[in-house]
């Protein structure tokens, strides 16, 4: 499959002709959104790209050009961090790089202007003077709040306007014993309910032992203001520990696994016995055959027999038999997780397959995976054995149906059906599967499948 290019062009046009390039022309007229900058025409902005389908910011890795080189179609801008890749953002125009808005290390929302870039020296100051005064700009968060609402009016007392009077039957009854007019009382009960000892105390009289009201319970009309949120102050940092904030890419991973905790997911763990694949992989091993390679080719080859668990279900209403299968395979680099993706694993032999693998790894320590390299899986694939781990359950990626973990293949005694016993290398395979779409009779046949692969 062609790849795309290593780098992608983003900056504005004069021009008027449509274009399918994400790129928009510099205006002094109103627009419906309102852009920091009002620039003459020959000013173009370079603007914040969206690398993938989950990015809404990147952050400044690095500007390749500084303010006032010359600049040529296609040459590398600047190095922008998405959640997933780095990617070299081009110019799709000659000009001058007159001033750079977001330095290095700093982040952008997709669309924001990052740079600007010009046709001739005389306008390069021009440019630095809207760059200048659009960083200067106050943020909308920094914009004075609303004055805050008015306090609420206080609650009227249980005795203004027409009511129904309330008293308890001792109440009345000393009302018409002292000739009170019990309409007249204000009650200290609860809801405004009078009782004797308010009649006595209108009266003039000292309330008797007997007819002392117990203690009112507090009105509801007027509720204590809620404590402010320091009351309870969240634990202080241990001394000596720092906060290091999340990079875009684990940003991306964390929002993917609390995502993934919404969706109803079980699993299924199946022993695999490894001698044939131990076999299999000292045989091709010297080849540059790597097992990571075998195991996908395996997982697809099942997923042929199976295409119920290569389906998908992103809204809940409607689920997708992927026509492709795309084994997306977990590699952990520096600072975060990311899944390059063979595809077609089912198509391509094992040589091809691990050579394809091979570049795919190489381009993701790099972070330069092009989108689709990282995107496109209908199927994921785990392997933590290499580390020594056993057994292990994954996460359901979002938008996927299943994702299978892959212990490491360990010497184990067994007993064969006339009770001899014999040492077998023995893996443990769990596929964790989105139980909207995916029922256990059906994932529960796909590693003894897998196992006839080997």
């Known amino acids: 499959m062609a790849s795309l290019p290593n780098a992608l062009s983003f900056s504005s046009s004069l021009s008027t002709t449509a274009t399918l390039l994400p790129c928009r022309r510099f205006t002094a007229f109103p627009r419906r959104r309102a852009s920091p900058f009002s620039v003459q025409a020959k000013i173009r902005e370079i603007f914040m790209p969206a690398l993938s389908s989950t990015m809404t910011e990147g952050k400044i890795v690095s500007w390749i050009k500084s303010e006032g080189d010359a600049l040529s179609k296609g040459d590398s801008v600047v190095v922008v961090e998405s959640d997933k890749a780095d990617m070299d953002v081009e110019t799709f125009y000659d000009g001058i790089l007159a001033a750079i808005v977001v330095a290095d290390g700093e982040t952008a929302p997709v669309g924001a202007p990052i740079g600007l870039l010009v046709d001739s020296p005389e306008e390069i100051a021009e440019a630095k003077a809207k760059a200048k005064a659009a960083n200067s700009d106050p943020s909308p968060a920094a914009t004075p709040a609303s004055p805050p609402p008015p306090p609420p009016a206080p609650a009227k007392s249980v005795s203004d306007g027409p009511k129904k009077t309330v008293a308890t039957p001792q109440a009345k009854k000393l009302a018409k014993q002292h000739k009170v007019d019990i309409a007249t009382v204000v009650g200290t009960g609860p809801f405004g309910r009078i009782s004797p000892a308010d009649v006595e105390a209108a009266a003039g009289i000292a309330p008797s032992k007997s007819s002392l009201a117990p203690p009112a319970s507090p009105a509801p009309a007027t509720?204590?203001?809620?404590?402010?949120?320091s009351a309870t102050p969240s634990p202080a940092p241990i001394p000596g520990s720092s906060v290091v904030p999340f990079t875009t890419m684990q940003s991306a991973v964390a929002k993917n696994m609390v995502e993934s905790l919404s969706v109803p997911a079980f699993r299924v763990g199946y022993p695999v016995t490894t001698d044939a694949l131990d076999a299999l992989y000292e045989k091709v091993k010297p080849k540059g055959v790597t097992m990571t390679a075998i195991l996908a080719k395996a997982a697809a080859m099942a997923l042929v027999q199976h295409p119920v668990v290569n389906a998908s279900c992103k809204d809940g209403k409607n689920f997708v038999y992927n026509s492709n299968i795309n084994v997306a395979v977990a590699v952990a680099i520096n600072g975060g997780l990311i899944t390059p993706v063979l595809q077609d694993a089912?198509?391509?032999?094992?040589?091809?397959?691990?050579?394809?693998?091979?570049?795919?790894?190489?381009?993701?320590?790099?972070?330069?995976?092009?989108?689709?390299?990282?995107?496109?899986?209908?199927?994921?694939l785990s392997n933590l054995g290499m580390f020594g781990v056993d057994r292990f359950d994954a996460i359901l990626p979002p938008g996927q149906g299943a994702i299978m973990a892959v212990g490491a293949s360990k010497p184990t005694v067994l007993a064969d059906a006339d009770g001899f016993f014999s040492v077998k290398n023995k893996m443990l395979v769990n596929v964790t599967a989105d139980h909207r779409i995916i029922y256990g009779a059906d994932l529960a046949c796909l590693p003894s499948d897998f196992l006839k692969n080997h």
């Open 223 to 229: 509720p204590a203001p809620p404590k402010a949120a």
């Open 346 to 380: 089912d198509k391509l032999d094992l040589y091809l397959l691990s050579q394809k693998w091979k570049e795919l790894v190489d381009k993701a320590r790099a972070k330069q995976l092009q989108p689709h390299e990282y995107n496109s899986g209908t199927f994921t």
